[in-house]
């Protein structure tokens, strides 16, 4: 079947402007995961989201960083007035059930901030 | 909350020996530990797991031990070949909880 997808797969925006990154989980996945991983870095955690409970928005790193799920579906993570240190990829991830069941990544949205 | 740590960050083996990688975790309620390789310009990809219920798995050249009560986890690779090079992330996680990941470790297979 299909697997998590995410849009755009590169985005290139000037400092200032706002960027929507998309995320399609799989099928029937209830938990769905955002992280920001930078040029030879780990996976830095942003938001994660499991069924109808609240988000954890732990991860986020500033008021600037946003995301929504609707429907328990698609996912939206929103980046106000974008800045040079938010370049990096944006990896989105789903699990059946939420952590303690496999995680599966998309294959990422390059952000470009100039 | 969780903290995951993973040693070496980098990791060099001649081909055909053995690689391991260590990962330690602090919060006793986590109970699945996921490894995943990261091959360059690529998305992480989950090549082996365990549960807290079990000690030892394996997977043709791949291994993975967990040690509870010292909250502590290993991947050892066999036989290593090129294509193995790659970076490994490590990552502990309980029900209602998200992932924890270890700041990866940097394989090379030297042929």
């Known amino acids: 079947g299909a697997g998590v997808s995410q849009s755009p797969s590169n985005k290139v925006t000037e400092k200032g402007k706002d960027v929507e990154l998309r995320c399609d989980p799989i099928s029937g996945h209830t938990a769905l995961y955002w992280y920001r991983q930078s040029l030879g870095q780990g996976l830095e955690f942003l938001i994660y989201f499991q069924g109808n409970s609240a988000p954890d928005k732990s991860g986020l790193p500033s008021d600037r960083f946003s995301a929504e799920r609707t429907g328990g579906s698609v996912s939206t993570l929103t980046i106000q007035r974008t800045q040079q240190e938010d370049s990096a990829v944006y990896l989105c991830?789903?699990?059946?059930?939420?952590?303690?069941?496999?995680?599966?990544f998309g294959p990422g949205t390059r952000l470009t901030v100039l | 909350g969780e903290n995951v740590e993973q040693h070496p960050s980098t990791l060099s083996v001649q081909e055909g020996d053995s690689a391991v990688i260590k990962c330690t975790y602090s919060d006793s309620a986590s109970n699945y530990f996921p490894w995943y390789k990261q091959e360059l310009g690529k998305r992480p990809q989950l090549i082996i797991d365990?549960?807290?219920?079990?000690g030892e798995k394996k997977d043709q050249r791949i291994a993975v031990t967990l040690n509870k009560t010292a909250k502590h986890f290993s991947l050892h690779i066999t036989e290593t070949q090129p294509e193995d090079s790659a970076v490994y992330f490590c990552a502990a996680s309980f029900p209602g909880n998200q992932f924890y990941f270890g700041t990866g470790t940097s394989l090379t297979v030297i042929p």
């Open positions: 991830a789903s699990s059946l059930a939420g952590a303690g069941d496999t995680q599966y």
């Open positions: 365990i549960r807290s219920n079990v």
